[in-house]
């Protein structure tokens, strides 16, 4: 027990440190591929590696969600200013009045088929609660990631992570292992650490060869993060 400490305090030691730049082997059997579509527009978004709270506010005017940091008390008090000037040159019922009239041309212009895409983009980040892999769904801690955990004895381990849109984002900058726990304390729990594959579009893990049902822990250090947050994942057994 007292080694299983050491080592889990190694490996969260490797994380916040950062790991080697090594890649994932392509899993041997077809079926275990997960198929994850990147695009440049997600990492521009929120939770994206190349996402501006600067650029953000000027495209939106409204300041990011996720919990509060230096950047986003800065930008909402610039939207406050905003708002303020805007009072104070406007009057509020013609505001309104104007503001209904822009989206209604916006509405009028859109060509078929944009209207749809307009109501998606509109979509609450946070509407999608299940996973989209066949995975288990998590709200990340910084309440602006989602992760995708997928595992089973057969594939391994695969983790695919979200920006705050549900879109798919880079892995490369992220960092995590996962704990293969057994239920008989007779045996050795193992610990794996999770590679990113060529493509930058998963992270993964091999399986372990264990006696009996087990759980997995996952551990995943986020770029801004101080401490590896931990997620239970349910295990598939089937061979």
């Given at each position: 027990?007292?080694?299983?400490?050491?080592i889990?305090?190694?490996?969260?030691?490797?994380?916040?440190?950062?790991?080697p730049?090594?890649?994932?082997?392509?899993p041997?059997?077809?079926?275990?591929?997960?198929?994850?579509?990147?695009?440049?527009?997600?990492?521009?978004?929120?939770?994206?590696?190349?996402?501006?709270?600067?650029?953000h506010?000027?495209?939106?005017?409204?300041?990011?969600?996720?919990?509060?940091?230096?950047?986003?008390?800065?930008?909402?008090?610039?939207?406050?200013?905003?708002?303020r000037?805007?009072?104070g040159?406007?009057?509020?019922?013609?505001?309104?009045?104007?503001?209904?009239?822009v989206?209604?041309?916006?509405?009028a212009?859109m060509?078929?088929?944009?209207?749809?895409?307009?109501k998606?983009?509109?979509?609450?980040?946070?509407?999608?609660?299940?996973?989209?892999?066949?995975?288990?769904?998590f709200?990340?801690?910084?309440?602006?990631h989602?992760?995708?955990?997928?595992?089973?004895?057969?594939?391994g381990?695969?983790?695919?992570?979200?920006?705050?849109?549900?879109?798919?984002?880079?892995?490369?900058?992220?960092?995590?292992?996962?704990?293969?726990?057994?239920?008989?304390?007779?045996?050795?729990?193992?610990?794996r650490?999770?590679l990113?594959?060529?493509?930058?579009?998963?992270?993964?893990?091999?399986?372990?060869?264990?006696?009996?049902?087990?759980?997995?822990?996952?551990?995943?250090?986020?770029?801004?993060?101080?401490?590896?947050?931990?997620?239970?994942i349910?295990?598939?057994?089937?061979?």
């Open positions: 027990m007292k080694s299983m400490k050491l889990l305090s190694a490996a969260i030691m490797f994380l916040l440190l950062g790991l730049t090594a890649q994932a082997d392509a041997k059997s077809s079926g275990c591929l997960t198929h994850v579509d990147l695009s440049k527009e997600a990492e521009f978004q929120e939770g994206g590696s190349m996402f501006s709270p600067a650029m506010m000027q495209k939106t005017g409204m300041p990011m969600q996720g919990p509060m940091t230096m950047s986003k008390t800065v930008a909402l008090e610039k939207h406050a200013n905003m708002q000037d805007k009072e040159s406007h009057d509020e019922e013609k505001e309104g009045h104007v503001d209904k009239t989206e209604s041309e916006k509405h212009n060509k078929p088929g944009q209207e749809d895409e307009h998606e983009e509109k979509k609450a980040s946070h509407d999608i609660h299940k996973g989209q892999h066949g995975g288990v769904f709200m990340a801690p910084n309440k602006i989602h992760v995708e955990g997928i595992y089973s004895k057969k594939c381990f695969s983790l695919v992570i979200f920006n705050a849109h549900t879109k798919p984002i880079n892995v490369n900058r992220f960092r995590a292992f996962v704990k293969y726990v057994p239920e008989d304390e007779d045996q050795l729990e193992a610990i650490f999770l990113p594959t060529k493509d930058g579009s998963l992270l993964k893990a091999p399986s372990v060869d264990i006696e009996g049902p087990y759980e997995v822990e996952l551990y995943l250090k986020f770029p801004a993060g101080e401490e590896p947050a931990m997620f239970n349910p295990a598939s057994h089937d061979l």
